[in-house]
């Protein structure tokens, strides 16, 4: 396994789906991907829409992909009308679950502390969490990233300990870059995400901080994939439209570093 990471973090590169895919559709791209991604670089995750995790989980069985969700209830269970508990992930075969992505907190009204109760939620019933942060436009223009990532990171994290942090991923998206072609430098990608590896380990300590494993998501694809694996912080991706493609999400999950 070639990787940027230092020993202790495995790389993991995740797609995220999005709303995309009815089942016939999940059936045709895992079918095509599970070949394809035998050898990866990388530990596999696919987010998948709720109504796909259970054939997802089926065919991918006895395989390297892990199937994820792409969000989670902070209750057990009851009158959370259109929410999905994370008993019933598991139950259809999910072991990951996204939290927080951008298009949760711009179009659905999703806060650090909403993200916080999913998190621990999704935690408490064993799920490893991605937790998306990640500024917009505006705040990076107004020089304000570093301040917006360490509040997601804060409010995000509030009561979370050290050990609970091993089933936990980072994904730093900055916003504009989400399905804009347009990607971080490699390096703006690096320095964001060495500040934001800086933050963990002063929450949790150097130890914990250092195992975090956090990755790149924003218009991440198959030809920018090598340069930005082959940062010291980066360990991994989380991927919108090129994991809908099976040759190009095989190309990312086989990242040269
Ligand atoms: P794109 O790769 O389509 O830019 O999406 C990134 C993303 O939002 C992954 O969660």
Redo the contacts with the bound molecule.
Sequence with gaps: MSTASTPTRTPVIAG?WKMNNTVKETETLLKELIPLVEGASAAVVVCVPFTDIKRAAQLTKRTNIAVGAQNVAWADKGAFTGEISADMLKEAGAKYV?IG???RRQYFGETDVTVNKRLKQALSKGLTAIV?VGETLLEREGGITEQVVKAQIEGGFKDITAAQTKKVIV?Y?PVW????GKTASAKDAQDTIAFIRGVLKKRFGAVSGEKLRIQY????NAQNVDELMAQPDIDGG?????SLKAADFARIVKFKA
Aim: proline residues 0%.
């Design positions: 995220n996204i992505h951008s298009e998306c994904a998206e870059a989400i399905g804009t998501g924003g218009s991440m989380l991927i919108g439209g090129a």
